[in-house]
């Protein structure tokens, strides 16, 4: 079968379309055909073993597995001896590993059945962004109805989620994106959105209850100063330089600040399970949530299609399409 592979870190560059053997599944494990996938930055991070931290899970001179792609939409072609929930022919989304293929496995709790009106590059575009922007705003920012949320990011990946979601959960929400993204996450569901181009959100009067910040481009200090009293700042980007020694800084500086403050300075990392999936797949199959996919390249273009989200500017999801 055709994948994407690289057997060595570095840029997009790296990534190479070469034949591989088809997978096998575990015993609690489902191979799907892969239909659809979508492109997240924690692809090129680990393409990249930036920050080099993650080479000492990844492998520290060379990749162990250099097969990119997590999110990933299909159907079930083959089940593992234990798997319960699903059968042969079913049409399905989630995580799993190496989706930029023809053929990937998954675990069967890391997976949901696709509602039939979402198509397969809908449901691709889900699951992490989705499931960190649902767990953020709901279990991390504890975001109440009638309360004020700021999504520093509005127009990447899961920023256009989280628009949508605090929106979904009452929330008076404002958007921060770039001039070129300001109708598109006003469209969201944004009651206001700032252009970061031409104003810094933290120098405003307005206070927030949850910061959203996808791109950790302010000092917590400057975030500390437009959140209310009691307001969450939940942190689940980081600059796309950052270094291991940039990233403890950060996170001893959100713990420092917490320590001398009555907000909280919490980072998120999300993690996929069922019930979570489902319920994205609700509020997207009710039209309450609806991906923003930007672009789609097909199987042979992956390099390009992780490239352009390396690049940091991709508006929504990019997809990546088996031919």
């Not at 969450?232 to 291991?244: E, N, Q, R």
Request: with cysteine.
């Amino acid at each position: 079968m055709q994948a994407i592979t690289y057997h060595q870190y570095g840029s997009s560059e790296v990534l190479r379309c070469e034949e591989v053997e088809k997978p096998e599944p575990a015993d609690d494990q489902v191979l799907l055909r892969v239909c659809a996938a979508s492109v997240n930055p924690l692809d090129w991070r680990f393409m990249r073993g930036n920050p080099f931290f993650l080479r000492l899970f990844l492998g520290l001179r060379k990749p162990r597995a250099g097969r990119p792609g997590v999110d990933v939409a299909g159907i079930v072609e083959a089940i593992g001896r234990n798997v319960k929930n699903f059968r042969s022919g079913e049409a399905v989304f989630g995580t799993g590993k190496g989706a930029f293929a023809e053929y990937a496995c998954a675990l069967e709790a890391k997976l949901a059945h696709k509602p039939d009106n979402l198509t397969f590059e809908q449901a691709a575009a889900l699951p992490i962004a989705g499931i960190t922007a649902l767990q953020g705003l709901r279990d991390k920012g504890k975001l109440q109805p009638g309360q004020k949320a700021l999504v520093n990011g509005a127009a990447g990946g899961c920023g256009t989620y989280a628009v949508q979601i605090a929106k979904w959960m009452g929330a008076e929400v404002t958007g921060v994106c770039s001039s070129r993204n300001v109708e598109m996450v006003r469209s969201l569901g944004a009651d206001q959105v700032i252009d970061y181009t031409k104003e810094d959100f933290t120098h405003r009067p307005e206070r927030h209850d949850v910061i959203f910040d996808c791109v950790a481009n302010h000092s917590p200090s400057a975030y500390k100063r437009v959140l209310t009293p009691r307001g969450v700042y939940v942190g689940i980007g980081g600059p796309h330089d950052i270094t291991f020694f940039g990233l403890l800084a950060g996170m001893l500086s959100t713990r420092f600040v917490s320590l001398f403050a009555s907000q909280r300075f919490v980072t998120l990392l999300a993690k996929t399970n069922r019930k979570d999936l489902e319920a994205l797949a609700a509020l997207s199959a009710a039209g309450t949530i609806r991906p923003v996919i930007e672009r789609s390249y097909p199987l042979n273009a992956g390099r390009e299609a992780v490239g352009h989200v390396e690049a940091g500017h991709a508006r929504g999801k990019v997809l990546v399409i088996p031919d």
